[in-house]
Nanobody
């Protein structure tokens, strides 16, 4: 069964950095586009970043552009999200999601498989 497992969340001070990982199990990972989304407390889930199946296409939400970096290592079945210069507003549960059609866009409903999420809390 194809599944995703996120890790790397935790407590970080504003201005600091964190790396989130998303490991895929049970599928042909290199064919999937992968997105990161987040859900702040009391708000809807929102797009953070996406990467195409071969890593050549990357997209970022406006709130994180120039601060976050998405990358992937298909040999390790892993997609990473590097969070730099974090802000209080980055506090959220972060989810990775996989699109078996390789589209890698911003729309939640085009991702078929989701991880369980990892909490990121930014303190002042």
């Amino acid at each position: 069964q194809f599944r995703l497992v996120e890790s790397g969340g935790g407590l970080v001070q504003a201005g600091g950095s964190l790396i989130l990982s998303c490991v895929a199990q049970g599928g042909v990972w290199r064919n999937y586009a992968v997105g990161w989304f987040r859900q702040p407390p009391g708000k809807d889930r929102e797009f953070v970043a996406a990467i195409g199946a071969d890593g050549s296409i990357r997209d970022y939400g406006d709130a994180v552009k120039d601060r976050f970096t998405i990358s992937r290592d298909n040999a390790k079945n892993t997609v990473y999200l590097q969070l730099n210069s974090v802000e209080i507003e980055d506090t959220a549960v972060y989810y990775c999601a996989a699109d078996r059609w390789g589209r890698g866009n911003r729309w939640l409903n085009q991702y078929q498989t989701w991880g369980q999420g990892t909490q990121v809390t930014v303190s002042s």
